[in-house]
């Protein structure tokens, strides 16, 4: 008990002893002044004339000043100690770490505000820029220049110059304004407001601007251009010209290097040259080898003629062959579902081949072609152009030709192997129909127009000629036929087991070229089955098509 009493006591008396103690008050940290003083670290000689100078010290001969971090030198100064400030004659250099040196013949540095107002013959380097001018202001603090009486900036092979602008040290980032030019490899760029990075030579088109790039002119108001890999991304309806043909889209992107072109969304390429357009939300067009594609609501549009001829396709694609020689020429392919208007022709199928070596385009996949009443189809129909106007058609496979009468019921008709018609002055001429040739003709009274009967024919060969759209002469290969009176022509003799009327899918207008309408089920052509091409034996045992040797 009595050594319990004994700790107890003990305990209490250590805790009066420590309340009795003082507490320590924890000395708050100091914190660091920055040393704003402008210190003269050397010089030759130096002088007061309180009359001629004031309150500066003269300063002559490999004068040095050191200040937060930079040295200055310059051949005399006048040193004014209670501004903190001075003024640098000759030779003056102003060097900073180990990236950035800036010269000139005169400078002001005021060292409360880390500002130095540099004068004549100003040459700034930083890194591997240099920035050429004659009056600049450097703000230390905020790390960037100022030049405001025409400065010129070399990075690298690129060449910057404008009447205004600022370079920041930091971001590497200068901003030119005012008669800016930027010249490079084989771009000119001219504009009136720029951001270019040294970092990455990218600059940044921020208002109307011109840029030449070998044999391409651009014109954008909002864009960037790679000095370095000479790309571009330009933006709000930005132009691409290159000789006749011209790229216009909300989004564009160009690469020099290479000459390919990328545009999307309202996109149009136009070919002044060859008078036709190429239009969707996506293009493409490759300066060098003459390709060009377009999709996403895509229309190509030939101006060539009087009237204009539409045309709507999943996919265009368009291939230059020999380009740049004399024997140049292209091949112009769409699919799928094309459509086609003009005010004279329309016509749909699913692709279509446009060559312009021998001027043909050709459809594939359930052609129709439609000229006012005339509807003509097959397995494939070739057109054959001739100075932009239309020389002769062939059909080939299943071909088809009707004609819808003025009363709207009867049709003439003709279904043969295949089809040929000529042309004059766009204007049919003469049409052949060859093998298995089918006839429904309807002779009309001259005196009154009345339809005189049903004239249905069989013969190996067929041929019209025509004169202002109108029948002249009928000429037939040993014809077998019969003449209906209106009154006695046999139901099935109205129509030729071939015949349709794809009135519903006839484009109306050039709008209509995008609404796809495809033939109603069973209508569509059968497929034919190709006699195969003999084959013979010869002595090894093998089998050789009669063609082989």
Known sequence: MRRFVVF???????????????????????????????????????????????DAQVLNGHVHFR???????????????????????????????????????YAYYDGNDQLAQARYNVVLKHRKSTLYTDSLDYDRLYNFGNFFEGGKLVDGSSVLTSDWGEYHTDTKLAI???????????????????????RTSQAHIVGPSNITSGGSHIYSENGYYNTRTEQSQLFSRSIIKDGGKTLI?????HNAADGTNYAYRNVIYNDTVNKNMLMGDYCEYNDSTGYAMATQRAVTIDYSQRDSLFMHADTFKIFTFNI??????????????????????????????????DSCVTMYQDPIVWNQNQ?????????????????????????????????????????????????????????????????VYYPIDDSDSTLIGLNYTETPLLKMFLENRQMKKIWLEKPSGVLYPMTQIPPDKYFLPQYAWFDYIRPLNKQDIFNWRPKKAGTELKEQKRLEIPKRTT???????????
């Open 324 to 357: 740049r020689t004399d024997s140049v020429y292209r091949k112009i392919h769409a699919y799928h579902h094309v459509r086609a208007y003009r005010v004279d022709v329309q016509a749909v199928c699913d692709s279509l081949v446009y060559n312009s070596q």
């Open 8 to 54: 107890v006591l003990s305990v209490l008396v250590l805790a009066v002893v420590f309340a009795m103690q003082p507490v320590k008050k924890r000395t708050p940290r100091q914190k660091k002044v920055e040393d704003k003083r402008v210190y003269l670290i050397h010089a030759d000689n130096l002088h007061y004339d309180q009359y001629r100078n004031g």
């Open 176 to 198: 030119f304004y005012y008669d800016v030019q930027l010249k490079d490899k084989k771009l000119f760029l001219t504009t009136d407001s720029l951001y270019y990075d040294t």
């Open 249 to 253: 889209g909300d989004s564009v992107y």
């Open 375 to 439: 509807q003509l189809f097959g397995e494939e129909i070739r057109v054959y152009m001739k100075d932009s106007a239309i020389d002769h058609a062939h059909v080939i496979g299943q071909a088809f030709s009707a004609e819808q009468m003025a009363d709207s019921v009867h049709f003439n008709q003709v279904s043969s192997k295949e089809m040929k018609a000529f042309f004059q002055k766009g204007e049919i001429r003469e049409s052949h129909a060859i093998d298995n040739v089918l006839l």
């Open 67 to 105: 200040h937060n971090g930079a040295n200055l030198y310059c051949d005399s100064a006048h040193f004014y100690e209670a501004s903190n400030s001075f003024e640098a004659f000759g030779h003056v250099k102003m060097i900073q770490g180990d990236t950035l040196r800036l010269t000139s013949d």
């Open 539 to 549: 002595n090894d045992g093998r089998y050789h098509t009669a063609t082989s040797r």
